[in-house]
């Protein structure tokens, strides 16, 4: 349990001071952060000099901290509400008009009289016996130490699964790989000690039995995969939390219900092919012919150069050689750098490291990663995707 959703006190009709006393101010601060110190002003012309609404205190208090934080309850008492820590500082000469006494404290707790903040008296964490209705059931008694004097309501919390491991869209964000992709890190545990026990260099992994949100494709028949009489099924998860909100269920975006645009691009090349081989105008055929694309192997890579031709010119030449490659031969990392040396550069930073995201039949995706070459194989094609191609003037 860490520190509770709540922590506020009473609030007045008007925030006021004569125009002659020093404006009232309210210093705070949100997650170990810099104090923030928001000084009141008027909000509405009806009100004397040094006056502010209530609704202007909750409004001025939110634009300081940049969210929404301050909350004017129905029973005329402010709320700071976050999943971060929050400290109000003593110091605040508003605190007395504005806050009063704290909420639920026996014998009162002044805001005036000490920093206050939302931690909770329960903070720890707690094993799970129970799961009813309404109510969880934990492996300890809760004592509401002083100063509350009463059961202290509205704590956050939050329950994990041992051995669960999430990571967030927003947390993902900040974890960018090479090649413009996306990583999480996961913590593995040996099942042992010793050399036995190690997993070697260079080995392919397999995840397999997790929970994603987003989208995935299925096909009801391989054989039929990257034709135009293919019919693939899109799987899209009821809810997705988007990038930059904190990973909470109350921040999801609910995808049920709504409609959806979906982008994507076809091959005209299989598409004409498919045209010919039907076309009885063109020929007659004695079988139902099915035109398909090879399986793609879709081509990323980051490379850093000096000199030579501009990143317009190089790169239309890489995209070109990585799509005339025939699929019997590797796709090289020395034979790219080749092409920009020919070009021009002068110096090449090494090692360039190619990922080929391969698109199997059963519409599943993984990925090669290697500094000397990926290979498709005989049904296979690449197809350039990402290429971070950059040149410095040296």
């Known amino acids: 349990m860490h520190a509770t959703d709540v922590i506020g ?12 006393a020093p404006a009232k101010y309210l210093t705070f601060s949100i997650g170990n952060g810099p104090n923030l110190t928001v000084t009141f002003i008027k909000d509405d012309t009806s009100l004397n000099e040094g006056e502010v609404t209530k609704e202007g205190v909750i409004e001025q208090i939110n634009a300081k901290a940049g969210q929404e934080i301050a909350f004017l309850t129905s029973g005329d008492q402010i709320e700071f509400v976050a999943d971060a820590l929050i400290i109000i500082r003593q110091s605040g000469t508003a605190n007395a008009l504005l806050l009063g006494d704290v909420d639920g404290t026996a014998p009162p707790q002044d805001f005036s009289a000490a920093d206050q903040d939302n ?24 004592i509401d130490p ?29 974890q960018e790989a090479e090649a413009g992709l996306f990583y999480a890190d996961v913590e593995l545990v040996s099942e042992g000690s010793g050399d036995l026990w190690n997993i070697g260099a260079d080995i392919q992994l397999m995840a397999e039995g997790y929970y994603s949100d987003g989208y995935y494709l299925e096909t009801e028949d391989e054989n039929l995969a990257f034709s135009m009489v293919e019919l693939p ?18 921040n999801v975006t609910q995808i049920a219900g709504q ?27 004695a079988e139902s012919t099915l035109v398909r694309h090879l399986i793609p192997n879709y081509i990323r890579f980051d490379m850093d150069y000096v000199g030579g031709a501009a990143e317009s010119v190089t790169i239309p030449l890489l995209e070109r050689y990585i799509r005339d490659l025939k699929p019997i031969y590797p796709l090289e990392s020395s034979r790219l750098q080749d092409i920009v040396n020919r070009a021009g550069a002068t110096s090449l930073t ?13 519409r599943s995706r ?21 290429l971070n191609v950059v040149r410095s003037v040296g």
């Open 9 to 20: 006190g009473a609030a007045p009709n008007n925030l006021s001071a004569t125009s002659t």
């Open 119 to 142: 931690e909770s008296p329960h903070e720890g964490t707690y094993g799970v016996l129970a799961v009813n209705e309404t109510t969880l059931e934990v492996d300890a008694t809760f």
């Open 146 to 174: 002083s100063p509350y004097g009463a059961t202290v309501e509205r704590q956050g919390f939050r329950v994990l699964r041992t051995g669960v491991q999430r990571v967030s869209t927003t947390q993902m964000a900040d």
């Open 233 to 250: 099924k899109i799987i899209i998860s009821k809810s997705i939390l988007e990038q930059g909100v904190d990973d909470d269920p109350n």
């Open 259 to 285: 409609n959806l645009q979906v982008s994507y691009e076809r091959s005209q090349l299989v598409e004409d092919c498919q045209a010919y081989v039907n076309a009885q105008t063109e020929r007659v055929t």
């Open 350 to 362: 090494n090692p360039v490291v190619l990922l080929s995201i391969i698109h199997g039949v059963d």
């Open 366 to 386: 993984w990925a090669n990663r290697s500094e000397d070459y990926v290979t498709a194989g005989r049904l296979s094609a690449f197809i350039p995707d990402v």
